[in-house]
């Protein structure tokens, strides 16, 4: 009993945190999903003594209010204390969709992140975020999944559940239905209605249809295999198309002209029929061979497979400037990794991802680039399969003789994988820096000396798959610290306000060093600055949104809230 008393007092911030995040309520199935995904294991309710969801927060009336909806379904909503009234009161003024950025949404960076001696006082402008975003990697299994032909609307949940082994929960992502997700990828995909219902295209593949029926018949058909060549720089294909373009591709892009003729060899059939005289020759062949043959030694580490090299991170921002960004993965306010928003860096991760799918899954390149135990090694950088894609991470530490602990340098976080899922990574794709930026919260430190459970969740929820505004101060150790801002609410909701009144965070006007990237940054240990690989010049992320402030001196911003000085 002692020790349910604490328990519960923790749970009810935990859970009042996640229901005033959300503006129409939750069903409590959907807490229990909610509590999941963020606290990563289910409520406790047998540690608690209860028997159901709903028993549980019966006992919470000070936190909790039960409704009906319409349909008879139970809501649970949050009953606001007076730490989070003013917090309440922006979710209940949150717009449900933004289809155009708001007029007003210019002047706001202004008044909240003014420079002392700014001149201009209008040098800075803002990012209405678009929200709900769909990730990038859903973004490309929607495309994967469409890639071989076009799918009616109707069935491409049931095509999504067996492509990939899971349902396609979009409200998760912060949609209201199956259209506005497929109208947040209109650039890549399109509805069009036929007779036998709404049909969703893949635009490449729409494309692609058009040029076929342009050209004449006689053409079309000796195009065949040309144009099924060209459908494969799209997407990933069938396995039977992926062998037969393999070749061709392994032997110009992968393997230099000795080796392609080396792995030719085990093809004995297509041998045999370009030489009548390979039955005398292997009669001939010296024992030694036939040997060799039969028992092929390990293969030679590929002359373009990384071995010795580190990724580069991106050029920093420039100080005080707004750009868009999306939080990919959060361990902590003061530990959390970002991507910047701008179609081309999007675009480019995004083909990075698709080329690697498509190279390492052909038998040729898999079996050619595969690790020996040698190279298996902290510090190593190389690709990992993870669900039919493949991602650049770094080996942070051998497990066992099966499993090695990754960093994934696009990402941001570490996962336990097997071995046998680890290749070498291509010299080409080390082009593309490192998308993760690791990050803190600027100004901010604990009120604990760590940040609490309920703390971490909050912040979570803040920046669950929304773009919002980051507003530069500094690097402190090759850490990002800046201010995170939400700009699809009526008032922005700046998130290290939140925190301070919710009683986890306290303001402190300078940035605090991160105990948890001081204990653990692999960023710093993997990858290398900008700044080493002769790319000494500053980012100007593609989105209209950065502004070079009219003071060139570097003296800090002082940051108002609701007019009132931090």
């Known amino acids: 009993l002692s020790k349910q008393v604490p328990l519960m007092e923790v749970l009810k911030k935990e859970v009042r945190a996640m229901l ?37 927060v019966t006992q919470m009336p000070e936190v909790v209010r039960i409704c009906s909806s319409k349909s008879g379904a139970l809501i649970l909503k949050a009953i606001a204390d007076d730490s989070t009234k003013g917090i309440a009161r922006l979710v209940a003024n949150q717009k449900v969709k933004t289809r155009k950025a708001s007029k007003k949404t210019a002047m706001k960076a202004d008044a909240a992140f003014p420079t002392k001696n700014s001149k201009n ?17 859903v973004k490309a299994e929607l495309q994967d999944l469409l890639s071989s032909s076009p799918l009616l609307l109707a069935d491409l949940d049931k095509a999504f559940l067996s492509r990939f082994g899971r349902a396609f929960q979009y409200r998760q992502y912060g949609f209201l239905s199956m259209f506005e997700v497929l ?9 069009e209605q036929t007779k036998a219902g709404s049909l969703v295209v893949l635009r490449k593949y729409l494309a692609s249809q058009v040029e076929q029926e342009e050209v004449p018949q006689g053409e079309a058909e000796e195009e065949e295999v040309p144009q099924g060549e060209a459908e494969e720089e799209e997407v990933p294909w069938s396995e039977a198309e992926e062998e037969e373009v393999s070749q061709g591709e392994a032997e110009e892009e992968e ?19 370009e030489m009548p005289q390979a039955e005398a020759e292997e009669e001939e062949m010296p024992q030694a061979e036939a040997e060799e043959e039969e028992f092929p030694p390990t293969p030679e580490i590929p002359p373009d497979a990384v071995q010795d090299r580190s990724l580069c991170s991106l050029p920093p921002l420039k100080r005080r400037c707004l750009v868009g960004v999306i939080v990919e993965f959060v361990v902590s306010p003061s530990q959390f990794y970002i991507h910047i928003c701008s179609t081309e860096a999007s675009y480019k991760l995004q083909d990075l991802m698709f080329e690697m799918r498509h190279v ?32 650049r991470v770094v080996i942070h530490r051998v497990i066992n ?8 340098a696009d990402y941001g976080h570490l996962q336990i994988v097997q071995k046998s899922w680890l290749r070498f990574l291509k010299w080409h794709y080390l082009k593309l820096p490192a998308q993760a930026i690791p990050c803190s919260l600027a100004w901010v430190k604990p009120v604990e000396g760590r940040w609490s459970s309920a703390a971490v969740l909050l912040f979570k929820h803040l920046c669950r798959f929304k773009e919002l505004v980051g507003v530069v101060d500094e690097y402190v150790d090759g850490v990002l610290y800046l201010f995170l801002c939400d700009t699809s609410t009526k008032d922005d909701v700046y998130f290290h306000s939140v925190l301070r009144d919710m009683g986890y965070a306290d303001v402190c006007g300078e940035n605090i060093p991160s105990q948890e990237f ?22 100007e992320p593609d989105l209209c949104l950065q502004q070079e402030s009219q003071d060139d001196d570097s003296e800090r911003a002082t940051l108002k809230l609701d007019g009132a000085e931090l």
């Open 121 to 137: 006082p209008q040098s800075f402008q803002t990012l209405s975020a678009r929200t709900p975003i769909l990730p990038a990697a």
């Open 401 to 408: 003789d099966q499993e090695v602990e990754v960093f994934y």
């Open 20 to 56: 005033i995040a959300a503006k129409a309520g939750l069903t409590p199935e959907q807490l229990e999903e909610q509590y999941m995904a963020m606290v990563c294991k289910p409520l406790p309710l047998r540690d608690l003594g209860f028997q159901s969801t709903l028993e549980l």
């Open 255 to 273: 393997v230099s002209q000795g080796e392609a003729e080396e792995e030719e060899v085990p093809q004995a059939e297509a041998e045999e029929e």
């Open 183 to 191: 109208r947040s990828v209109s650039d890549s995909i399109v509805i």
């Open 518 to 539: 001081g204990e653990l940054n692999p960023s710093a240990l993997y990858v290398q600055p900008s700044g080493k690989q002769g790319n000494v010049g500053v980012v």
């Open 360 to 391: 390492y899954s052909h038998k040729v390149a898999a079996d050619k680039y595969i690790m020996p135990e040698s190279a298996v090694r902290p510090g190593q950088l190389c690709c990992v399969m993870v669900c039919k894609w493949w991602y």
